[in-house]
DNA sequence: CCTTTATCTCAACTTAGGTTGAGGTTTTAG
DNA sequence: CTAAAACCTCAACCTAAGTTGAGATAAAGG
Protein backbone atom coordinates (compact mmCIF):
# COMPACT_ATOMS: atom_id res chain seq x y z
CA UNK A 1 0.00 0.00 0.00
CA UNK A 2 1.20 3.60 -1.12
CA UNK A 3 -0.16 5.18 2.08
CA UNK A 4 -0.77 8.90 1.58
CA UNK A 5 -0.10 10.88 -1.43
CA UNK A 6 0.12 14.41 -1.15
CA UNK A 7 -0.77 16.64 -4.71
CA UNK A 8 1.34 20.11 -4.17
CA UNK A 9 -1.33 22.10 -3.64
CA UNK A 10 -2.11 19.78 -0.82
CA UNK A 11 1.05 20.55 0.72
CA UNK A 12 0.92 23.94 0.35
CA UNK A 13 -2.34 24.07 2.14
CA UNK A 14 -1.43 21.88 5.00
CA UNK A 15 2.23 23.41 4.96
CA UNK A 16 1.41 26.64 4.69
CA UNK A 17 3.85 27.03 1.91
CA UNK A 18 3.19 28.52 -1.69
CA UNK A 19 3.43 25.93 -4.31
CA UNK A 20 6.27 27.84 -5.72
CA UNK A 21 8.33 27.55 -2.85
CA UNK A 22 7.97 24.06 -2.72
CA UNK A 23 9.13 23.32 -6.19
CA UNK A 24 12.11 25.83 -5.40
CA UNK A 25 12.70 23.31 -2.77
CA UNK A 26 12.87 21.05 -5.00
CA UNK A 27 15.25 22.19 -7.08
CA UNK A 28 17.18 22.89 -4.49
CA UNK A 29 17.14 18.89 -3.62
CA UNK A 30 15.31 19.64 0.04
CA UNK A 31 12.58 17.48 -0.94
CA UNK A 32 11.39 15.50 -3.63
CA UNK A 33 8.38 13.62 -5.54
CA UNK A 34 7.00 10.90 -7.62
CA UNK A 35 5.08 11.91 -10.58
CA UNK A 36 1.47 10.30 -11.80
CA UNK A 37 0.52 9.21 -15.25
CA UNK A 38 -0.07 13.16 -16.53
CA UNK A 39 3.63 14.31 -14.87
CA UNK A 40 2.01 15.64 -11.78
CA UNK A 41 4.03 15.47 -8.53
CA UNK A 42 2.92 13.21 -6.22
CA UNK A 43 4.62 13.79 -2.29
CA UNK A 44 4.85 10.69 0.31
CA UNK A 45 3.77 11.92 3.52
CA UNK A 46 7.21 12.43 4.84
CA UNK A 47 7.10 15.77 3.09
CA UNK A 48 4.98 17.48 5.57
CA UNK A 49 7.62 16.49 8.08
CA UNK A 50 10.32 18.01 5.65
CA UNK A 51 8.65 21.47 4.92
CA UNK A 52 7.77 21.84 8.90
CA UNK A 53 11.92 20.95 9.39
CA UNK A 54 12.86 23.45 6.78
CA UNK A 55 10.31 26.33 8.61
CA UNK A 56 11.96 25.77 11.49
CA UNK A 57 15.17 25.69 10.61
CA UNK A 58 14.52 29.26 8.56
CA UNK A 59 13.55 31.36 11.94
CA UNK A 60 16.82 29.75 13.82
CA UNK A 61 18.85 31.75 10.94
CA UNK A 62 19.65 28.26 9.20
CA UNK A 63 20.05 28.51 5.38
CA UNK A 64 18.47 26.55 2.64
CA UNK A 65 22.53 25.10 1.63
CA UNK A 66 22.91 24.01 5.15
CA UNK A 67 19.45 22.35 5.43
CA UNK A 68 20.13 20.25 2.83
CA UNK A 69 23.73 19.10 3.82
CA UNK A 70 21.97 18.51 6.78
CA UNK A 71 19.56 16.77 4.46
CA UNK A 72 21.65 14.61 3.37
CA UNK A 73 22.43 12.61 6.09
CA UNK A 74 19.26 11.86 6.25
CA UNK A 75 18.66 7.83 5.08
CA UNK A 76 18.37 7.51 1.72
CA UNK A 77 15.91 4.88 1.19
CA UNK A 78 13.99 5.10 4.22
CA UNK A 79 11.34 7.62 5.68
CA UNK A 80 13.62 9.21 8.34
CA UNK A 81 12.75 8.08 11.97
CA UNK A 82 12.60 10.05 15.06
CA UNK A 83 16.02 9.76 15.86
CA UNK A 84 17.28 10.58 12.58
CA UNK A 85 15.05 13.83 13.37
CA UNK A 86 16.57 14.15 16.84
CA UNK A 87 20.07 14.43 15.44
CA UNK A 88 19.32 17.19 13.20
CA UNK A 89 17.56 19.40 15.78
CA UNK A 90 20.37 18.57 18.22
CA UNK A 91 23.20 19.79 15.79
CA UNK A 92 21.05 22.63 15.38
CA UNK A 93 20.25 23.52 18.86
CA UNK A 94 24.03 23.79 19.56
CA UNK A 95 23.88 26.18 16.66
CA UNK A 96 21.21 28.44 17.73
CA UNK A 97 22.77 28.38 20.94
CA UNK A 98 25.69 29.75 19.58
CA UNK A 99 24.07 32.70 17.91
CA UNK A 100 21.79 33.55 20.68
CA UNK A 101 25.41 33.35 22.48
CA UNK A 102 26.52 36.11 20.11
CA UNK A 103 23.68 38.52 20.01
CA UNK A 104 23.88 38.40 23.63
CA UNK A 105 27.72 39.74 23.94
CA UNK A 106 26.19 42.08 21.60
CA UNK A 107 23.91 43.39 23.12
CA UNK A 108 26.26 43.62 26.44
CA UNK A 109 28.52 45.10 24.39
CA UNK A 110 25.77 47.82 23.27
CA UNK A 111 25.06 48.50 27.09
CA UNK A 112 28.39 49.72 27.63
CA UNK A 113 28.47 51.65 24.49
CA UNK A 114 24.81 53.47 25.82
CA UNK A 115 26.76 54.47 28.34
CA UNK A 116 29.50 55.83 27.18
CA UNK A 117 27.65 57.24 24.05
CA UNK A 118 31.14 55.33 22.11
CA UNK A 119 29.89 52.93 19.95
CA UNK A 120 32.44 54.74 17.53
CA UNK A 121 35.48 52.92 15.85
CA UNK A 122 38.18 50.80 17.12
CA UNK A 123 38.03 51.50 20.65
CA UNK A 124 34.74 50.69 20.88
CA UNK A 125 33.82 47.03 22.05
CA UNK A 126 30.81 47.00 19.94
CA UNK A 127 32.75 47.63 16.85
CA UNK A 128 35.37 44.87 18.07
CA UNK A 129 32.79 42.16 18.87
CA UNK A 130 33.75 39.09 18.24
CA UNK A 131 32.61 38.10 14.65
CA UNK A 132 32.69 34.64 14.74
CA UNK A 133 29.00 33.69 13.65
CA UNK A 134 28.70 36.65 11.67
CA UNK A 135 32.02 36.10 9.50
CA UNK A 136 30.89 32.04 9.11
CA UNK A 137 28.45 32.40 6.74
CA UNK A 138 28.65 33.08 3.05
CA UNK A 139 28.65 36.42 2.56
CA UNK A 140 26.04 38.84 4.77
CA UNK A 141 24.70 36.42 7.73
CA UNK A 142 20.55 37.04 7.21
CA UNK A 143 19.11 36.97 10.36
CA UNK A 144 15.48 36.10 10.31
CA UNK A 145 12.98 39.43 11.87
CA UNK A 146 10.94 38.28 13.75
CA UNK A 147 9.16 42.03 15.17
CA UNK A 148 9.06 44.04 12.24
CA UNK A 149 5.77 44.31 10.95
CA UNK A 150 6.61 46.59 8.26
CA UNK A 151 6.64 45.26 5.05
CA UNK A 152 6.71 46.25 1.70
CA UNK A 153 3.49 44.79 -0.61
CA UNK B 1 39.24 75.55 10.07
CA UNK B 2 37.85 72.24 8.59
CA UNK B 3 39.70 70.07 10.86
CA UNK B 4 40.14 67.03 9.25
CA UNK B 5 38.65 65.85 6.04
CA UNK B 6 39.33 62.57 4.60
CA UNK B 7 39.57 60.78 1.18
CA UNK B 8 37.89 57.78 0.41
CA UNK B 9 40.56 55.57 0.61
CA UNK B 10 41.23 56.78 4.01
CA UNK B 11 37.92 55.87 5.33
CA UNK B 12 38.22 52.60 3.83
CA UNK B 13 41.65 51.78 5.13
CA UNK B 14 40.22 52.83 8.81
CA UNK B 15 36.86 51.43 8.89
CA UNK B 16 37.66 48.37 7.21
CA UNK B 17 34.82 48.79 5.04
CA UNK B 18 35.62 49.01 0.89
CA UNK B 19 35.62 51.76 -1.20
CA UNK B 20 32.71 50.28 -3.48
CA UNK B 21 30.50 49.50 0.15
CA UNK B 22 30.97 53.55 1.11
CA UNK B 23 29.65 54.43 -2.73
CA UNK B 24 26.85 52.56 -2.06
CA UNK B 25 26.17 53.77 1.38
CA UNK B 26 26.19 57.00 0.13
CA UNK B 27 23.41 56.45 -2.71
CA UNK B 28 21.56 54.96 0.21
CA UNK B 29 21.70 58.12 2.17
CA UNK B 30 23.68 56.51 5.19
CA UNK B 31 27.04 58.89 4.78
CA UNK B 32 27.17 61.93 2.59
CA UNK B 33 30.86 63.73 1.49
CA UNK B 34 31.43 67.15 0.09
CA UNK B 35 33.78 67.57 -2.96
CA UNK B 36 37.56 69.04 -3.48
CA UNK B 37 38.13 70.77 -6.91
CA UNK B 38 38.84 67.58 -8.64
CA UNK B 39 35.33 65.95 -8.03
CA UNK B 40 36.73 63.68 -5.37
CA UNK B 41 34.65 62.98 -2.07
CA UNK B 42 35.76 64.50 1.47
CA UNK B 43 34.66 63.16 4.51
CA UNK B 44 33.90 64.78 7.44
CA UNK B 45 35.60 63.10 10.94
CA UNK B 46 32.36 61.83 12.01
CA UNK B 47 31.59 59.60 8.74
CA UNK B 48 33.90 57.26 10.58
CA UNK B 49 31.31 57.19 13.76
CA UNK B 50 28.33 56.85 11.46
CA UNK B 51 29.95 54.04 9.99
CA UNK B 52 31.27 52.07 13.00
CA UNK B 53 27.50 52.53 13.82
CA UNK B 54 26.44 50.90 10.68
CA UNK B 55 28.60 48.24 11.19
CA UNK B 56 27.23 47.52 14.91
CA UNK B 57 23.69 47.52 13.61
CA UNK B 58 24.28 45.67 10.98
CA UNK B 59 25.72 43.16 13.46
CA UNK B 60 22.89 42.98 15.11
CA UNK B 61 20.26 42.43 12.19
CA UNK B 62 18.95 45.63 11.73
CA UNK B 63 18.83 46.01 7.83
CA UNK B 64 20.56 49.38 6.15
CA UNK B 65 17.10 50.56 5.37
CA UNK B 66 16.32 50.57 9.10
CA UNK B 67 19.59 52.54 9.97
CA UNK B 68 18.87 55.16 7.62
CA UNK B 69 15.52 55.57 9.34
CA UNK B 70 17.78 56.03 12.40
CA UNK B 71 19.68 58.15 10.72
CA UNK B 72 16.99 60.31 9.85
CA UNK B 73 16.67 61.37 13.09
CA UNK B 74 19.86 62.73 13.75
CA UNK B 75 20.57 66.11 13.69
CA UNK B 76 20.94 67.48 9.91
CA UNK B 77 23.31 70.31 10.51
CA UNK B 78 25.32 69.74 13.63
CA UNK B 79 27.60 66.64 13.62
CA UNK B 80 25.80 64.61 16.28
CA UNK B 81 26.85 64.40 19.58
CA UNK B 82 27.05 61.73 22.43
CA UNK B 83 23.12 61.98 23.74
CA UNK B 84 22.36 61.85 19.81
CA UNK B 85 23.76 58.48 19.29
CA UNK B 86 23.09 57.16 22.71
CA UNK B 87 19.25 57.60 21.42
CA UNK B 88 20.20 55.34 18.48
CA UNK B 89 22.11 52.68 20.90
CA UNK B 90 18.72 52.32 23.23
CA UNK B 91 16.40 51.76 20.66
CA UNK B 92 18.48 49.56 19.05
CA UNK B 93 19.66 47.35 22.40
CA UNK B 94 15.36 46.77 22.82
CA UNK B 95 15.52 45.58 19.02
CA UNK B 96 17.85 43.19 19.58
CA UNK B 97 16.36 41.98 23.49
CA UNK B 98 13.69 41.44 21.80
CA UNK B 99 15.29 39.24 19.14
CA UNK B 100 17.32 37.43 21.32
CA UNK B 101 14.18 36.61 23.31
CA UNK B 102 12.56 35.85 20.34
CA UNK B 103 15.44 33.19 19.75
CA UNK B 104 15.67 31.96 23.14
CA UNK B 105 12.00 30.81 22.49
CA UNK B 106 12.18 29.13 19.50
CA UNK B 107 15.42 27.12 21.46
CA UNK B 108 13.20 25.93 24.16
CA UNK B 109 10.59 24.78 21.93
CA UNK B 110 13.38 23.07 19.79
CA UNK B 111 14.61 21.50 22.95
CA UNK B 112 11.07 20.01 23.95
CA UNK B 113 11.38 18.88 19.90
CA UNK B 114 14.35 16.82 20.69
CA UNK B 115 12.96 15.06 23.72
CA UNK B 116 9.81 14.20 21.46
CA UNK B 117 11.39 14.32 18.05
CA UNK B 118 8.60 15.73 16.58
CA UNK B 119 9.59 18.79 14.66
CA UNK B 120 6.44 18.40 12.97
CA UNK B 121 3.84 19.93 11.13
CA UNK B 122 1.35 21.49 13.32
CA UNK B 123 1.34 19.55 16.80
CA UNK B 124 4.85 20.57 16.98
CA UNK B 125 4.80 23.59 19.03
CA UNK B 126 8.31 24.48 17.09
CA UNK B 127 6.29 24.67 14.38
CA UNK B 128 3.76 27.22 15.68
CA UNK B 129 6.55 29.82 17.14
CA UNK B 130 4.99 32.25 15.31
CA UNK B 131 6.45 35.87 14.88
CA UNK B 132 3.53 37.04 17.01
CA UNK B 133 4.76 35.55 19.71
CA UNK B 134 7.79 37.59 19.72
CA UNK B 135 5.91 40.46 20.31
CA UNK B 136 3.82 39.83 23.28
CA UNK B 137 4.57 37.20 26.11
CA UNK B 138 2.67 34.47 27.42
CA UNK B 139 -1.28 33.57 26.61
CA UNK B 140 -3.04 31.35 24.70
CA UNK B 141 -0.48 30.16 21.81
CA UNK B 142 -3.23 29.49 18.52
CA UNK B 143 -2.30 25.51 18.26
CA UNK B 144 -4.76 25.99 15.10
CA UNK B 145 -3.73 28.48 12.45
CA UNK B 146 -5.87 28.18 9.49
CA UNK B 147 -4.09 26.00 6.90
CA UNK B 148 -5.51 28.19 4.19
CA UNK B 149 -3.93 28.07 1.03
CA UNK B 150 -0.41 29.42 0.27
CA UNK B 151 0.66 32.36 2.59
CA UNK B 152 3.61 33.79 3.36
CA UNK B 153 4.87 33.99 6.86
C1' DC C 1 56.94 65.28 -18.11
C1' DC C 2 55.45 60.83 -17.59
C1' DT C 3 53.78 56.98 -15.20
C1' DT C 4 51.26 55.08 -11.40
C1' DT C 5 47.87 55.03 -8.22
C1' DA C 6 43.53 56.84 -6.65
C1' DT C 7 39.03 58.24 -7.94
C1' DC C 8 35.09 59.12 -10.69
C1' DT C 9 30.46 57.30 -12.92
C1' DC C 10 27.56 53.90 -14.58
C1' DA C 11 26.04 49.49 -15.56
C1' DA C 12 26.02 44.77 -14.95
C1' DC C 13 26.69 40.80 -11.96
C1' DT C 14 26.32 38.08 -7.39
C1' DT C 15 23.74 35.11 -3.68
C1' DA C 16 19.57 33.84 -1.18
C1' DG C 17 15.05 32.75 -1.31
C1' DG C 18 11.67 32.98 -3.58
C1' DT C 19 7.50 35.15 -6.79
C1' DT C 20 5.23 36.17 -11.21
C1' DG C 21 3.81 35.33 -15.67
C1' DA C 22 3.37 33.06 -20.21
C1' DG C 23 1.89 29.32 -22.67
C1' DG C 24 0.44 24.54 -22.53
C1' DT C 25 -1.60 20.13 -20.31
C1' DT C 26 -4.52 17.46 -16.86
C1' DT C 27 -8.07 16.80 -13.63
C1' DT C 28 -12.26 17.63 -11.75
C1' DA C 29 -17.01 19.47 -11.36
C1' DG C 30 -21.35 20.32 -13.18
C1' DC D 1 -18.99 17.22 -22.74
C1' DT D 2 -17.19 21.40 -21.45
C1' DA D 3 -15.43 24.82 -18.49
C1' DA D 4 -12.77 25.82 -14.63
C1' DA D 5 -9.26 24.83 -11.52
C1' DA D 6 -4.97 22.80 -10.80
C1' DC D 7 -0.60 21.76 -12.53
C1' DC D 8 3.44 21.65 -15.70
C1' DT D 9 8.04 24.09 -17.42
C1' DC D 10 10.84 27.81 -18.17
C1' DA D 11 12.33 32.32 -17.92
C1' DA D 12 12.27 36.72 -15.97
C1' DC D 13 11.88 39.54 -12.01
C1' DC D 14 12.43 41.05 -6.93
C1' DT D 15 15.10 42.80 -2.54
C1' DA D 16 19.36 43.21 0.09
C1' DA D 17 23.87 44.49 0.28
C1' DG D 18 27.31 44.94 -2.14
C1' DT D 19 31.21 43.75 -5.85
C1' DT D 20 33.30 44.00 -10.40
C1' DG D 21 34.63 46.05 -14.53
C1' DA D 22 34.96 49.58 -18.23
C1' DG D 23 36.31 53.86 -19.63
C1' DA D 24 37.63 58.53 -18.11
C1' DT D 25 39.94 61.89 -15.00
C1' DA D 26 42.92 63.56 -11.10
C1' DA D 27 46.67 63.64 -8.13
C1' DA D 28 51.27 62.17 -6.72
C1' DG D 29 55.95 60.54 -7.27
C1' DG D 30 60.27 60.41 -9.60
Redesign the pocket.
Known amino acids: MKSQEF????V?ARSGV????L???ERKGLITAGR??????RYGADVLRRVAVIKAA?KMGI???EIQQAFSALPRHRAPDKKDWQQLSSAWHQQLSERIDYLQRLRDSLTGCIGCGCLSMHKCPMYNADDKLAAQG???V?LDRPINASQ?S
Chains 1, 2 share one sequence.
Open positions: SVGQAAVSAHFYNAGNRRQTLSPGPLK
